[in-house]
């Protein structure tokens, strides 16, 4: 995997960043008169032209059920879905189309394999390891599958940089554990998690490793031959495709030994009341009609980050990280969140007497989103003490001028409060 | 910055620095806890209630600016208040932050938060401790929240 702070040295031109942000048709419009400066990207990224012209494409010239008509309509959509499983499978790296199933998003994806665990692995006595940075959605689901199967959730500390504790890495795994269920990158944090040592390591004792890169893979290039997890979690939206079509990678044996997780149309070879035979995987998985426009844009969004380049596109984000951070901190009162040696562009940061809520609506006046509150990580705002920070998180398509018009916000908050 | 001067009025700002009636009430016969699931806010109103009548108040918790100097502004007004004063005047706060009631022409404590019906996130930010008065009057034993 690259380096991101390697890439730090690597120069985007303006004129470039300029090109790319005139993709973006909402970048254009303002707030309450301000141009919108949109800093809530590992909320959600906004949308390229090419993916909004591809979702009203599909709907008007297209729009049919999949994998069932005999008609023309059916069929090109049944080809465009499929090609959307093989135009993703290419951008992760994985080795078959047959190991992409398309999901609602990461938390759908997440709560699949935690079903399909708990029916087949977990038990009474055994472990579910997790890491204190998780985001809800990768704590709650084991949870559930603990509930169910009596198996136990044990918990990998951070250290106060925001970075995972592995000072006793061999303790980590043992006979007990079933599972490593990881964060990728922190979307509280920023942290890039050492991912593919911890799965290295996971697999010398046997055990499989999810990995939640909800956060990670518009950040940076992903390749899941390389990581060799077992499963590998993400959703459309946060990597500048639609909502509501998300992405499980899970590596084939598992789909196969892994009992369906929905039934319904398209799952099934036959259905008699005596018995259903079940289709093949990934078709398995994906029960019901799916998100058939989804897949389609998701194809769409992934094209156009690799026609920018994901190396650019990280190398371009971790000047903005840098730039952040560095007028952020020269705030007298300014405390930022996470301050991993490998991070993503995010920056969590409180300021002293001021609360985060109050801050997100000072920075919404002038026209800036950046999301406060916990972030659905609380245990991490626990372990540092605080109820919620405020957090600006960078895409492909923020400028250095936008840094400045936040930083100038916060100063605007400090003169608020305390003039 | 209008809007926002209205919102973050001097008068607020200053309850939000120095809470009035802040903290533990021992002797307390009432007391509930308030919860904005949205941002995480937490709060405790205790209240000492005598033949009727809020004799004592205290709050507790964290929060923003706006939901801190509005349980603060609350407990001064309800002290000494009669269960259903205190109720009345839950709903007249109500009617004030959802823009319901115009502000009063006399500058009261309760007009200060006319400024939040501009910023419609934050409505319950400025209910949280009236919210909580009121299950602490009604004696709802669970934790009440805002949404």
Request: some cysteine.
């Amino acid at each position: 995997m690259t380096n991101p702070s390697l890439l730090a040295s690597v120069t985007v031109p303006e004129e470039v960043v300029a090109a790319w942000r005139a993709d973006f048709p909402i970048l254009h419009r303002t707030v309450y008169g301000k141009p919108l400066v949109y800093l809530d990207n590992a909320a959600t990224t906004q949308k390229p032209r090419v993916v909004i012209e591809t979702l009203q494409h599909f709907y008007s010239e297209l729009n049919s059920n999949v994998h069932r008509g005999v008609y023309y309509l059916s069929e090109q959509a049944t080809e465009l879905y499929e090609d959307a499983r093989r135009t993703v499978q290419r951008f992760i790296g994985a080795a078959s189309p047959q190991e992409i199933v398309f999901v609602r998003g990461t938390t759908e994806a997440i709560n699949l394999v935690a079903h399909c665990m708990a029916r087949t692995r977990l038990r009474a006595g055994l472990e579910i390891l997790l890491t204190q940075m998780e985001h809800h959605s990768n704590i709650v689901p084991w949870q559930l599958a603990a509930e169910q199967t009596g198996a136990r959730l044990r918990v990998i500390p951070i250290t106060a940089s925001g970075e995972l504790k592995l000072d006793h890495e061999d303790e980590l795994f043992t006979e007990r554990t079933a599972l490593l269920a990881v964060v990728h990158v922190s979307n509280s944090l920023g942290t890039i998690n050492p991912v593919r040592e911890l799965i290295g390591k996971a697999h010398e004792y046997g055990i499989p490793v999810l990995v939640d890169g909800a956060q990670a893979v518009a950040h940076l290039p992903v390749n899941i031959q390389e990581l060799d997890c077992d499963f590998y979690a993400f959703s459309g939206h946060k990597v500048y495709g639609p909502t509501g079509i998300g992405v499980l990678y899970a590596k084939r044996y598992w789909l196969e030994e892994f009992p369906p997780y929905q039934g319904g149309g398209d799952m099934i070879r036959s259905v008699t009341f005596e018995r259903t035979l079940y289709n093949e995987v990934p078709y398995k998985f994906e029960a019901g009609t799916p998100n058939i426009a989804g897949a389609i844009g998701l194809k769409a969004a992934l094209e156009y980050v690799q026609s920018l380049g994901l190396e650019r596109i990280a190398a371009h984000e971790q000047q903005l990280l840098a730039y952040a951070t560095e007028q952020l901190e020269s705030i007298p009162g300014v405390r930022i969140i996470g301050t991993a040696r490998h991070k993503a562009s995010i920056v969590s940061f409180t300021v002293e007497g001021i609360h985060p809520h109050d801050l997100g609506t000072i920075a919404d006046r002038e026209g800036i989103a950046i999301r406060v509150g916990h972030h659905c990580t609380q245990p991490v705002m626990d372990f540092f003490g605080i109820p919620a920070t405020a957090r600006a998180s960078f895409a492909l398509y923020n400028t250095p001028e936008e840094i400045d018009r936040l930083v100038a916000a916060v100063q605007k908050a400090i003169e608020l409060f305390r003039g | 910055m209008e809007e926002l001067r209205e919102l973050y009025q001097q008068i607020i700002l200053e309850h939000y620095r120095n809470p009035r009636n802040f903290g533990e009430l021992p002797e307390a016969t009432h007391r509930a806890e308030g919860h904005n699931p949205l941002c995480g806010d937490r709060l405790e109103v205790a209240l000492r209630i005598e033949e009727g009548r809020i004799t004592e108040i205290r709050f507790r918790g964290s929060g923003c600016a706006i939901s801190q100097a509005s349980a603060s502004v609350m407990t001064t007004l309800v002290k000494g208040k009669t269960m259903a004063e205190a109720e009345a005047l839950c709903e007249r706060f109500q009617r004030i932050v959802t823009g319901k009631e115009p502000p009063n022409s006399e500058l009261d404590l309760l007009d200060a938060f006319a400024g939040v019906r501009e910023f419609p996130s934050r409505v319950k930010c400025a209910t949280l401790g009236w919210h909580t008065l009121r299950a602490a009057l009604q004696q709802v034993p669970e934790t009440v929240t805002t949404e």
